[in-house]
Nanobody, 131 residues
Framework: QVQLVESGGGSVRAGGSLRLSCSVS????????VGWFRQAPGKEREVVAT????????HYADSVKGRFIISRDNAMNTVYLQMSSLKPEDTAMYYC????????????????????????WGQGTQVTVSS
């Protein structure tokens, strides 16, 4: 049974930092992707960042480029999202999700960036950024 458990959320002031962790268990696919998504009240769930199996290919939403870093430690079965220079508009429930990759080309694995393409989800961790 695949399980994803997020942790690390909390309340911070604008400009602060948080590191989210996603512990993944039971996912046996040799090549996969993990994504961080977020959903604010009244808004659709949106991709924040994705990472492939080897951590060699990452994708970021324009709104977080240069501020967030996604990484993974396969030995620990954990994916991280380091968030810096946080803004009030980053306030949301953050979810991690796991699924298969979209395609491979020239040895690079490309991940889906839409929520419906991910099969497995965690329960979410709340991030609140105050001004």
């Amino acid at each position: 049974q695949v399980q994803l458990v997020e942790s690390g959320g909390g309340s911070v002031r604008a400009g602060g930092s948080l590191r989210l962790s996603c512990s993944v268990s039971g996912y046996t696919s040799s090549r996969n992707c993990v994504g961080w998504f977020r959903q604010a009240p009244g808004k659709e769930r949106e991709v924040v960042a994705t990472i492939d199996t080897d951590g060699g290919n990452t994708h970021y939403a324009d709104s977080v480029k240069g501020r967030f870093i996604i990484s993974r430690d396969n030995a620990m079965n954990t994916v991280y999202l380091q968030m810096s220079s946080l803004k009030p508009e980053d306030t949301a429930m953050y979810y991690c999700a796991a699924g298969s990759y979209s395609f491979q080309f020239s040895g690079v694995t490309y991940c889906y960036t839409a929520a419906p393409d991910y099969n497995f989800w965690g329960q979410g961790t709340q991030v609140t950024v105050s001004s």
